[in-house]
């Protein structure tokens, strides 16, 4: 029997508690039940990888757009999906509060607010401001959800993806966000062993999310430096338009055996043919 959304919810949260798992970022249906079939237990969307697959860049799609994918993505799995919801698609918290009501609704177990500011070019919102911006998101979940069901929050800087060396800085915006309500925490960019150990000891007793940049580094690393789950972003979308676009490159250059590397269709449709109602 198919999990309800308040299971899934209690499920995902309990995922939080102990431990070190990858949270891998599908794009689109066929991708996150692929995911699901291989056993991952949990999901995140990505941004930019759903843009990409609409044509546009990351922070080009709309909020209709983005819950209507959000919707899609939360049915097609049995497991509990992270919802990429960039920067609530406002800037002021009643607005905030009012698109994250609407992400709730599309049955996702949790969503993300950024402290970005999408007007400004590598802008972020000041800290009082982020602050209130995650405050209002947290009493918007809280008044959307049954009791001991909530969605889950993750409040997300991304002042490190502006400025590598502003550590502290990012440390500080977690800290404040976690206060304000934020359950999970979240500063892609951080990269160095000590940062993330700091981070997490900062963050503490509440999860930290990592972005994976330096592929070398194994879930065995992140679990010892304290981490709760590990994400990738858009990475897995662009390991598939890499190995389109190298197919398709050696294609026009006349050449057809990078088709050699293929996923058997066989494979897949027997994979997806288990998801058929």
Known sequence: MARTISEKRRVFRSMHESGCFVLPNPWDTGSARLLAHLGFEALATTSSGYAWTTGR??????????????????????VPVNADFESGFA?????????????????????????????KPAGLYDTALAVERVRAARAAIDAASEPGSAALLVGRTEGLLNDPRAVTPAIDRLVALAAAGADCLYAPGVTKK????????????????VLVLRPETTLDEFRDLGVRRVSVGGALARVAWGAMLAAAQSMKSGSFAALASAASGKTLNETFRTFAP
């Open 91 to 119: 800037t002021e918290p009643e607005e905030v509060a009012r698109h994250v009501t609407m992400a709730v609704a599309t049955g996702v177990a949790a969503l993300s607010i950024e402290d970005r500011d999408v007007r």
């Open 57 to 78: 860049a990351d922070y080009s799609v709309t909020r209709d757009d983005v819950l209507q994918h959000l919707t899609v993505l939360a049915a097609a799995v049995d």
């Open 194 to 209: 000590d940062d993330i150990a700091a981070m997490v000891r900062a963050v503490a007793p509440k999860p930290l999310n």
